[in-house]
């Protein structure tokens, strides 16, 4: 059985996606349409987002989940109109919010504001950054770095620094570890004066070669045995030398990202 | 005055960041030190963080505001003697959402499930797309790709592209758009087929050399006069092309992200 599930916001829709979401994972069963109807910054929009809810719930003949972080109060009574179940965090829990803050909400007070992105500049600086220093091409600003991940190609270094910079602002660098830097399993020169900047990754043998075939088939750099050979020699390089590290295979870039930051003390650079 | 906000998960903790930072944005006047607690997936480490928000609630005379999207019943029962005021959307939420579905949760029938990201290989492509694909250097790529922006050097074309790809796995391509593209006001050659793909990026000029001039400064290329006459040639070429375009100033990366699928149409990929 299909539902429909609505995410509307009067922003990006980024914040109801993520809270419709975590929700909806719960009923592992039950297949979801999901729609994103974000910017519905009007009464005239939210009318006509609300036709269009009930056109589809009358389709499917069940009513539809509707998740709403709209934040104007005109605009949710048109919202409220719609054909469906409505999962409403302002309304859920602003109430409760303002008792124990002892102040009323800019929403009850009709002034809205939607969380801002002060950080704007230092999260493109931060993106540039990590694409200026990606791949070890270049290690001159390491001495500015927040962190430089370390690991064999293709881990998940460079996704990993650039979510890294694009969700908290953080400088991120990255460094692949050859089979020339591991030859006597010391750590390369360059790297010696950041050691206590390192994070290492490393990746389960087989997947790695599942990746690695995807870029050059058939090759020497995508066997199984070249594969094992250097995540052996990586991992034994991080243990001897005291290098934090942890496995990328079967983890989220989110994932990998939040959890270098819980194990290295890095500060979230949080948007708010 | 200043009040803890603590954003607890068994996960990464984005989702209750995310929750929890668009209701604080309601309180505009108060300061919230913000500590995210993620990976809290045993009773020791739930009993570890209520001694945390304990000892801080009583340091800061003031009860703490707790942001829950723990799943795990016993953990959340841990969670729930801390002293402080909890929001929890699992708790407020599901009970509801059962109903509507007629079906128990996950969560309900003791098997907990988290968002899980099925899409994790076409968002590591998409990535690896915007980084092969940026600043115009190839175009061969252009024919698979989902969107191609086109702007001036630093209107914000890079991590708009790379955000698409990390959040939605989006295949963006970048191209940039220079005095001589723009000699006679037409589309250069190369972006000539993939007419129906190309998305203008614009920005204030102030803005543009404000940012060019962190970049090179006191150059003719950051020069107010420069980026003035820049930004009416390309806004002109886009109106007489019938480019879609969308400003960037005071937009974050997010917000310009999703103004661009909601006007091209182009489908999330959402990580479900």
Redesign the interface.
């Known amino acids: 059985m299909k539902?429909y599930a609505y995410f509307i916001s009067d922003?990006?829709?980024?914040?109801a996606?993520?809270?419709g979401?975590?929700?909806?994972?719960?009923?592992?069963?039950?297949e979801?349409e999901?729609v994103?109807l974000?910017?519905i910054d009007s009464v005239t929009k939210a009318e006509q987002a609300v036709a269009l809810i009930n056109a589809d719930s009358r389709k499917s003949g069940q009513?539809a989940?509707i998740f709403d972080?709209v934040?104007d109060k005109t605009i949710r009574q048109v919202i409220d109109s719609a054909e469906?179940?409505k999962?409403d965090?302002?309304d859920?829990?602003?109430k409760?919010?303002e008792q124990?803050?002892e102040?009323e909400?800019?929403?009850s007070v009709g002034m809205?504001?939607?969380?801002?992105?002060t950080s704007?500049l230092s999260?493109?600086d931060a993106?540039n950054f990590a694409?200026d220093n990606d791949d070890g091409a270049r290690t001159r600003h390491y001495k500015t770095a927040d962190v430089i991940l370390v690991g064999v190609s293709r881990c998940?270094k460079?996704?990993t620094c650039?979510?890294l910079a694009?969700?908290y602002g953080i400088k991120a660098a990255n460094y692949p570890l050859t089979e020339e830097d591991m030859a006597d399993l010391r750590l390369p020169k360059s790297l010696e004066p950041y050691r206590s900047k390192l994070f290492g990754l490393t990746i389960d043998p087989d997947r790695l070669s599942v990746i690695r075939n995807e870029r050059r088939a058939n090759s020497r750099y995508s066997s199984l045995k070249q594969c094992y050979h250097e995540v052996d020699e990586v991992e034994t390089l991080y243990q001897r030398e005291q290098i934090p590290f942890i496995s990328t295979t079967d983890k989220?870039?989110?994932?990998i990202?939040?959890?270098i930051?819980?194990e290295t003390g890095l500060q979230?650079r949080?948007?708010?």
């Not at 809205?112 to 992105?117: D, E, L, T």
């Open positions: 539902r922003g990006t829709g980024i914040t996606e993520m809270l979401n975590s929700l909806l994972a719960q009923f592992e069963k039950i979801f999901r994103t974000p910017y009513p989940i972080t934040i469906g179940l999962i965090i302002f859920a829990f602003l409760p919010l124990a803050l102040v909400s800019s929403y809205s504001h939607s969380a801002k992105n704007y999260r493109i993106v694409l998940g460079t996704p650039l979510y694009m969700q989220s870039i989110e994932e990202s939040t959890r930051l819980a979230r949080l948007r708010s």
